[in-house]
């Protein structure tokens, strides 16, 4: 009995220690497994630093302890590894998201996706970090194409409203994602939505300058049939829109509609409508223009061209030979011809009225200067009094200022190659005639006050001999007749009317009209006026002084005083 206790104690002993060997090689082997798990994570979560506290004290403490103390960290690790999963896979998505939307949705080739599909044995912070970054710089590129996918959006939304097209239907064409009304399908930011909205947009420009061209021709023709046809203000309101683009440039014309086939087809119409118009009343307008090209003409001096007179026009449209279109069409050109050539004699034009100016305060002077009260305290006669001081001024100026009008005449004529006409005459003819005349005038007028002191030594001489005896007649009885008047010398000189109108009428003496007429006549008068003989010594005491007054206004036609 004892041998087969001392046996069976030995078996039990025998199976408790196998067990407790069992027990103590599952413990090394949980340990050993939870170490590897350890550290494979974090291998993966690179956190490698962690776990050498734990390899000092391994050696030290038991098993249970060393299964107990790496249990937590086991499984916190395990936490952070979902976790980081987690964070990778968000991140992933984003990354996925944004990438289709950059490439449209085509599955890139990204390294980084790739690895994170294929493998998820480095969840380091370094990757992490990694494609965090890579994460910021695409939301970057994804913010600059939204911004400027709305720029071209923008852009194509303004064009459509000033050409008047359908913006939803114009963007959908590009891309769906482009029209708001959809708001679940995010906006498409790729390449090929960037070329399809430069290319619509490059498309609308393209069409916008057509239209604004055509519109601006549209507009022109408009301005000219309405200057034409003379329309009201309330007609033309009608058209504002319309024609406000022709002080535009391109970017310039933002107002909706401005551009759209329904204005110009309507200004198309009324283009149209006015032509129609024209033709009826053509005849009208040809002899409006004409007067108008007369007027402008008469203002500046220029002698219209006699091919567009109002009596050939008339005869020429009655005819039927000149398609009145290409006879208004010529008038419109001698209009501007003649606007140009007067903006290049407008330096001279000043110059002549300046010059007839100063013949004006010539003639007032001379009246002035025959007025025998003058000099009397009366109302005003201060004022005449310093008016004359400034007319003796500028009177003595006149010949410099004929002189400088002829130099700056021939210099025009030089480099116009072209002959400076007044009213049809020649400038540099009148100014010199007038220089002569002046002249002229000046040595009558001499010869005057010469035979005025032989005939007062004559009067003296026979007072002295037969006494004095009161003369009827006055030496200073002189009438104007004729268009003559007496200056204070006792001579006779034509008189010069002032100007007439504006633009500076010359005076009679000089114009191209009364220059080929009258002023002929005016020197054939003062020839013979200097070739007459007086003699003085036949004439009566009482009447030398009248006497010589009936021969000088007999000379110049005028009939004696009675």
Known sequence: MLLELERECLEVYRRKVEEAANAKARLHQSVAAKEAEVATLMAALGELNLHSPIQKEKKMA???????????????????????????????????????????????????????????????????????????????????RLHKVLEYVNEVHLLCGVLGLDFAQTVSDVHPSLQRANQEQSTNISNGTFEGLEQTINKLKTERRIRMQKLKDIAGQLFELWNLMDSPQAEKNVFSRATSILRLSEPEVTEPGVLSTEMI????????????LKASRMKELVLKRRSELEDICRMTHIKPDASTSVEKSNALIDSGLVDPSELLANIEAQITKVKDEALSRKDIMDRIDRWLLACEEENWL?????????????????????RAEKARITVTKIPAIVDNLINRTFAWEEEKRALFLYDGERLVSILEDYKLTRKQREEEKKRCRDQKKIQDLLLTEREAIYGSKPSPRKSNSFRKTNG???????????????????????????????????????????????????????????????????????????????
């Open 62 to 144: 038991p098993l249970k302890e060393k299964l107990a103390s790496i249990s937590p960290l086991l499984e916190d690790l395990r936490t952070k590894k979902e976790e980081r999963r987690k964070q990778f896979a968000d991140i992933k998505n984003q990354i996925e998201k944004i990438s289709g939307e950059i490439s449209g949705y085509n599955y890139p080739n990204d390294t980084m996706i790739s690895c994170l599909t294929l493998e998820d044995q480095d969840l380091s912070l370094r990757r992490l970090t990694e494609f965090q970054t890579r994460l910021q710089t695409l939301q970057k590129e994804k913010s600059d």
């Open 265 to 276: 087809e309507q200004a198309s119409a009324e283009v149209e409508r006015l032509t129609k």
């Open 366 to 386: 001379e009246d002035y200067n025959q007025d025998e009260n003058r000099y009397n305290a009366g109302r005003g006669a201060h004022i005449n009094l310093k």
């Open 484 to 562: 003559y008047r007496a200056n204070g010398n006792g001579s006779m000189t034509p008189s010069t009317p002032r100007r007439n109108s504006v633009g500076g009428a010359t005076p009679e003496l000089l114009t191209p009209r009364s220059y080929s007429g009258r002023q002929n006549g005016y020197f054939k008068e003062m020839r013979r006026l200097s070739t007459a003989p007086i003699n003085f010594v036949a004439i009566s005491k009482e009447d030398t002084v009248s006497t010589y007054t009936s021969v000088c206004d007999s000379e110049l036609g005028s009939p004696p005083h009675s």
